[in-house]
């Protein structure tokens, strides 16, 4: 076992407990929940959820990709979703080589973390739309609790419901759907704003 590497390993995946969540800086949230704070919800939700299911689900691969789905952000920090039609591919290709230099080294950890979270972006394993589904729940809930607290400008957040996606996962299309009603409740009739979205058309 190679324990210094290891220890590396650990000292830079404790940054994600330091790097914040872009999105919610943007939308006005002084000291927003940081990367890892952001995984852990996803696990939690993705654990409760898979109680609820009518099928069964192999348990430590659904956590293993949310507590690890994220962790390439450790070297190339947190980008919001604005910067996708920029640098899209680029990030993909980032958080692949990444993660591979975060956790080389450490008894094929790499490799199994890798091959899961590839399975994870094809969304079609019972255990990666469950994932999914939870990390998108997870974005949604906390825009709820933000709007709860009167942190930020959460109107945004409403488009996000409405288009949630539960991929086939009933009990997070259920709890999405109350998640919308509470944010509503929150927000009433607040328009939403829509910069950092814009694009010039091409004459």
């Known amino acids: 076992m190679k324990i210094e590497r290891m220890l590396n390993s650990f000292v830079e995946l404790h940054l994600l407990t330091k790097i914040p969540r872009t999105g919610w800086i943007l939308a006005g949230v002084s000291n ?16 409760m959820i898979s109680k609820q299911l009518d099928f069964q689900v192999d348990i430590k691969k659904v956590l293993l990709m949310a507590l690890f789905h994220e962790v390439a952000e450790a070297r190339i920090t947190d980008l919001p979703r604005r910067s996708k039609d920029y640098i899209g591919k680029a990030k993909r290709d980032g958080e692949s080589q990444g993660l591979k230099d975060i956790l080389f080294g450490l008894n094929g950890v790499s490799e199994e973390i890798s091959e899961l979270l590839e399975e994870m972006h094809e969304k079609k394993s019972p255990e990666a739309r469950l994932v999914e589904a939870a990390e998108e729940l997870q974005i949604i809930f906390k825009a709820l609790v933000y709007a709860k607290e009167n942190r930020g400008d959460m109107s945004e957040y409403k488009i996000d419901v409405s288009k949630y996606d539960s991929l086939g996962i009933e009990p997070a299309e259920k709890i999405a759907k109350l998640i919308g009603e509470k944010l509503d409740e929150y927000l009433g009739k607040k328009p939403y704003w829509a910069i950092g979205y814009e694009k010039q058309t091409q004459s």
């Open 32 to 47: 927003p929940e940081s990367v890892s704070d952001h995984c852990y919800e996803t696990a939690l939700f993705a654990y």
